[in-house]
Nanobody
Framework: HVQLVESGGGSVQAGGSTRLSCATSRAIIGDSYCMAWFRQAPGKEREGVAVLDGGGSTSYADAVKGRFTISKDASKNTLYLQMDSLKPEDTAMYYC???????????????WGQGTQVTVS
């Protein structure tokens, strides 16, 4: 059973920073899984934000490139999303996702967390 538990969301002022965390198991945080962050704003489709593959390569959506950083700490079984220079348009529910396949930013990941809300004003 794959568990992904997000935390760290909340209300942030525009221009500020916050960090999201996604706690999971050792098997998921290891090299065999591709992990990603997605977001969905009200009335909009879900979109990929950042992906980290098992080899450590990263990819970002153009809208967040240079502002967001995806990383993981295998010793803590946790995936992170550092979000800097936040804008009101970053307001969304943010989800952690994982899959043993390389799916990039638009793939249909098998495993999802429950989401954490980020509101930028």
């Amino acid at each position: 059973h794959v568990q992904l538990v997000e935390s760290g969301g909340g209300s942030v002022q525009a221009g500020g920073s916050t960090r999201l965390s996604c706690a999971t198991s050792r098997a998921i945080i290891g090299d065999s899984y591709c992990m990603a962050w997605f977001r969905q704003a009200p009335g909009k489709e879900r979109e990929g934000v950042a992906v980290l593959d098992g080899g450590g390569s990263t990819s970002y959506a153009d809208a967040v490139k240079g502002r967001f950083t995806i990383s993981k700490d295998a010793s803590k079984n946790t995936l992170y999303l550092q979000m800097d220079s936040l804008k009101p348009e970053d307001t969304a529910m943010y989800y952690c996702a994982a899959d043993p396949r390389w799916l990039g930013l638009i793939g249909d990941y098998n495993y999802w967390g429950q989401g954490t809300q980020v509101t930028v004003s």
